[in-house]
């Protein structure tokens, strides 16, 4: 590829880098579009459920690859767009006010929470966060009348342009459904990001005080990026009570909040792509296992005994490996490969190496 | 009498829950990263414990099959160190704390292989006995491990205070780059805590099982609320840690006596609370940077 000259400042901000950077994803979407002819019912479920993961694992990635801000809570906001959706919809809302209501309400749940929360830092906010979805859990049992209790509620069929969607039945307009709804928000993320707000969370990230210094008002970046989260997370939360068409409160249990913050450090922290390259390796692991092993046994004879766990063994492994040898994650190595095939014949081996780096205390701030 | 009664098992649980945090605030006063599989080393050390002391494997005596437990578990903790956590040295406390959560998963992993799923617990030469003080029961486990407890805590706040070694692991965690210039072998402290800190969860976890029944999830939230009791108390410090570790544990009983309703999750209102009004623990450590 050849370099681009850059005459216009515009040129630094813009979504897409050129014709040849619009076509690929172009191409993508176009993909995208064509899956449901191409793959089984079974396949295109667990492709509408890397979309659904891959819009939480965005959700997230707002506030801790883009703001800096670890959160092991955002299950919990997920149940929060998921239980009013569903309460919504059973009251008899049409599904587009109760989606956008999920999304409001778990994002403004999520900014007046974030007041006191995130005036804690580092691990105190990592542990607050895992505490909230804790509590999320017990509350989801106590708050009945809208949760339904321990049974949990039942997600009724969508009803829109004149058809009822509903994710067995017709899987293929539920997969678009949530493909529109992912598009739309990324690319509102997108714009996010290249805004002064989408900047000013940046500056943040890297420096409190040096933000703070340029006129970044922190408390306010804070609060308006923990927000924007939780809103992205609850719409996830709500495709997804449609997805598993029951929810109750064992559906966002503290493991789904861990997860969702190792997918997104498996993908990549800092970087869009990597929500979504961490949501199809969540999804599609224990799958991939799966396989392997009835390949395994009915090729080589090879029998991996089952033991329970496996697959999040496999998966924990994978992001040992990761922090340890890659430290941006998935992304990182498509970077890289991108890199040498645009340089072709002039990669070096030293290009990315890291530079040594010593912790120092967060205990002075 | 009821009421002194909940307290006195509060009051042990709440050594329990003190011990493991005490593991956490060593690693993190000696490195500043956060050990998120404190819980599961804990499960380890239970399992090693029932290994050794259990008539059905070993059937060593308790005392000795302690010992072992926790000199297993010590060196797995230094091995841990020099093998697996070395590579992300000097990365931020961020990292650390993502390594552990897939230790952490690899650990309940293996355990669940070894021992199995079933909750198993360990087989102590006083069990079921108690002492009666007036009307007040005091069960022989929860007096060990009361004792236990405030004598390894006032060990090692000597440890670090009056100690060398101590000081060295202090000056290694606030910055250590001024520390290797010191001439502190950061590397060689970072290892040494590991293992210190293996050996208080083995002592936590034996602890555990001589009071209740094992199975390799069980470190998972026992592991979080500890954490919550370590930040209570304001993340390293030692007696903060045993303090935040009695609140949890006496809260707990009396919420679920009293109010039944948030009973499970009474721990994490109080951390919340702490947090929110002191947003660096009881005992705080963080204070803001001068430029």
Same mark, same amino acid.
């Given at each position: 590829?050849?370099?681009?000259?850059?005459?216009?400042?515009?040129?630094?901000?813009?979504?897409?880098?050129?014709?040849?950077?619009?076509?690929? =994803? !172009?191409?993508?979407? *176009?993909?995208?579009?064509?899956?449901?002819? +191409? /793959?089984?019912?079974?396949? %295109? #479920?667990? &492709?509408?459920?890397?979309?659904?993961?891959?819009?939480?694992?965005?959700?997230?990635?707002?506030?801790?690859?883009?703001?800096?801000?670890?959160?092991?809570?955002?299950?919990?906001?997920?149940?929060?767009?998921?239980?009013?959706?569903?309460?919504?919809?059973?009251?008899?809302?049409?599904?587009?006010?109760?989606?956008?209501?999920?999304?409001?309400?778990?994002?403004?749940?999520?900014?007046?929470?974030?007041?006191?929360?995130?005036?804690?830092?580092?691990?105190?906010?990592?542990?607050?966060?895992?505490?909230?979805?804790?509590?999320?859990?017990?509350?989801?049992?106590?708050?009945?009348?809208?949760?339904?209790?321990?049974?949990?509620?039942?997600?009724?069929?969508?009803?829109?342009?004149?058809?009822?969607?509903?994710? =067995? !039945?017709?899987?293929? *307009?539920?997969?678009?459904?949530?493909?529109? +709804? /992912?598009?739309?928000?990324? %690319? #509102?993320? &997108?714009?996010?990001?290249?805004?002064?707000?989408?900047?000013?969370?940046?500056?943040?990230?890297?420096?409190?005080?040096?933000?703070?210094?340029?006129?970044?008002?922190?408390?306010?970046?804070?609060?308006?990026?923990?927000?924007?989260?939780?809103?992205?997370?609850?719409?996830?939360?709500?495709?997804?009570?449609?997805?598993?068409?029951?929810?109750?409160?064992?559906?966002?249990?503290?493991?789904?909040?861990?997860?969702?913050?190792?997918?997104?450090?498996?993908?990549?922290?800092?970087?869009?792509?990597?929500?979504?390259?961490?949501?199809?390796?969540?999804?599609?692991?224990?799958?991939?296992?799966?396989?392997?092993?009835?390949?395994?046994?009915?090729?080589?004879?090879?029998?991996?005994?089952?033991?329970?766990?496996?697959?999040?063994?496999?998966? *924990?492994?994978?992001?040992?490996?990761?922090?340890?040898?890659?430290?941006?994650? %998935?992304?990182?190595?498509?970077?890289?490969?991108?890199?040498?095939?645009?340089?072709?014949?002039?990669?070096?081996?030293?290009?990315?190496?890291?530079?040594?780096?010593?912790?120092?205390?967060?205990?002075?701030? | 009498?009821?009421?002194?009664?909940?307290?006195?098992?509060?009051?042990?649980?709440?050594?329990?829950?003190?011990?493991?945090?005490?593991?956490?605030?060593?690693?993190?006063?000696?490195?500043?990263?956060?050990?998120?599989?404190?819980?599961?080393?804990?499960?380890?050390?239970?399992?090693?414990?029932?290994?050794?002391?259990?008539?059905?494997?070993?059937?060593?005596?308790?005392?000795?099959?302690?010992?072992?437990?926790?000199?297993?578990?010590?060196?797995?903790?230094?091995?841990?160190?020099?093998?697996?956590?070395?590579?992300?040295?000097?990365?931020?406390?961020?990292?650390?704390?993502?390594?552990?959560?897939?230790?952490?998963?690899?650990?309940?992993?293996?355990?669940?292989?070894?021992?199995?799923?079933?909750?198993?617990?360990?087989?102590?030469?006083?069990?079921?006995?108690?002492?009666?003080?007036?009307?007040?029961?005091?069960?022989?486990?929860?007096?060990?491990?009361?004792?236990?407890?405030?004598?390894?805590?006032?060990?090692?706040?000597?440890?670090?205070?009056?100690?060398?070694?101590?000081?060295?692991?202090?000056?290694?965690?606030?910055?250590?780059?001024?520390?290797?210039?010191?001439?502190?072998?950061?590397?060689?402290?970072?290892?040494?805590?590991?293992?210190?800190?293996?050996?208080?969860?083995?002592?936590?976890?034996?602890?555990?099982?001589?009071?209740?029944?094992?199975?390799?999830?069980?470190?998972?939230?026992?592991?979080?609320?500890?954490?919550?009791?370590?930040?209570?108390?304001?993340?390293?410090?030692?007696?903060?840690?045993?303090?935040?570790?009695?609140?949890?544990?006496?809260?707990?009983?009396?919420?679920?006596?009293?109010?039944?309703?948030?009973?499970?999750?009474?721990?994490?209102?109080?951390?919340?609370?702490?947090?929110?009004?002191?947003?660096?623990?009881?005992?705080?450590?963080?204070?803001?940077?001068?430029?």
């Amino acid at each position: 590829m050849s370099n681009r000259f850059k005459s216009r400042y515009d040129d630094d901000i813009n979504l897409f880098e050129g014709r040849w950077h619009l076509a690929q =994803y !172009a191409l993508l979407i *176009a993909l995208l579009l064509a899956a449901p002819w +191409v /793959l089984g019912a079974y396949y %295109l #479920g667990e &492709l509408t459920a890397v979309l659904i993961w891959s819009l939480a694992g965005l959700g997230l990635m707002l506030i801790s690859g883009h703001t800096g801000q670890i959160s092991l809570g955002h299950a919990a906001f997920m149940a929060i767009g998921a239980f009013t959706n569903l309460a919504l919809m059973l009251r008899g809302w049409h599904f587009i006010p109760a989606l956008l209501a999920s999304a409001i309400t778990s994002g403004v749940i999520g900014a007046i929470l974030s007041r006191p929360i995130l005036r804690m830092s580092g691990i105190y906010l990592a542990i607050a966060t895992l505490a909230l979805s804790i509590i999320i859990e017990d509350i989801s049992i106590m708050a009945e009348p809208i949760t339904g209790g321990v049974a949990g509620v039942f997600a009724p069929p969508i009803a829109l342009f004149g058809m009822d969607i509903d994710r =067995y !039945a017709t899987p293929k *307009a539920f997969y678009y459904l949530c493909l529109t +709804v /992912l598009v739309v928000v990324t %690319l #509102g993320y &997108l714009n996010l990001l290249r805004s002064a707000s989408g900047r000013s969370f940046l500056a943040v990230r890297d420096s409190e005080v040096s933000a703070r210094a340029l006129g970044v008002n922190v408390a306010r970046a804070k609060t308006l990026s923990f927000g924007l989260s939780c809103a992205m997370t609850g719409l996830a939360g709500a495709l997804y009570a449609h997805l598993a068409q029951a929810v109750n409160y064992e559906s966002f249990l503290v493991l789904i909040s861990i997860t969702l913050l190792l997918q997104v450090v498996i993908g990549g922290l800092g970087s869009v792509h990597g929500a979504f390259f961490g949501a199809i390796v969540v999804v599609l692991l224990p799958q991939t296992i799966a396989i392997l092993r009835d390949f395994l046994s009915n090729t080589a004879g090879v029998s991996i005994a089952a033991y329970p766990g496996m697959d999040t063994a496999l998966f *924990a492994l994978l992001i040992l490996l990761m922090v340890i040898y890659e430290p941006r994650g %998935l992304y990182g190595v498509w970077f890289k490969i991108r890199t040498w095939l645009q340089l072709f014949p002039l990669y070096r081996k030293g290009m990315f190496r890291r530079t040594r780096t010593y912790l120092k205390t967060e205990r002075q701030r | 009498m009821d009421i002194l009664q909940l307290l006195v098992s509060g009051i042990a649980n709440g050594c329990i829950y003190g011990l493991l945090a005490l593991g956490f605030v060593l690693i993190y006063k000696a490195s500043e990263a956060v050990n998120f599989a404190q819980g599961d080393m804990m499960m380890l050390g239970a399992f090693l414990g029932i290994t050794f002391i259990n008539a059905s494997y070993a059937d060593l005596p308790f005392l000795i099959g302690l010992t072992l437990a926790a000199l297993l578990l010590g060196l797995f903790g230094y091995l841990l160190d020099r093998f697996v956590l070395r590579a992300i040295f000097g990365q931020p406390q961020f990292a650390m704390v993502i390594l552990t959560i897939a230790l952490g998963f690899l650990m309940r992993f293996v355990a669940g292989v070894i021992w199995g799923h079933d909750p198993t617990s360990l087989e102590t030469p006083f069990i079921g006995q108690v002492w009666m003080i007036g009307e007040l029961m005091i069960p022989v486990v929860d007096a060990l491990i009361i004792l236990t407890t405030v004598g390894l805590t006032s060990l090692l706040y000597f440890f670090f205070a009056r100690t060398r070694l101590g000081v060295a692991m202090q000056a290694s965690s606030q910055n250590q780059m001024a520390a290797y210039y010191m001439g502190i072998p950061v590397k060689r402290i970072n290892a040494i805590v590991w293992a210190l800190s293996g050996v208080v969860a083995a002592i936590a976890g034996v602890l555990f099982a001589a009071k209740g029944a094992v199975e390799p999830s069980v470190g998972l939230l026992f592991g979080i609320k500890a954490f919550a009791a370590a930040v209570i108390g304001g993340l390293g410090s030692l007696p903060g840690a045993l303090l935040g570790g009695l609140l949890v544990g006496i809260v707990e009983p009396f919420a679920g006596r009293f109010l039944p309703e948030v009973g499970q999750i009474a721990p994490y209102l109080l951390m919340l609370v702490v947090l929110v009004l002191r947003p660096g623990g009881l005992f705080a450590q963080i204070s803001q940077k001068k430029v």
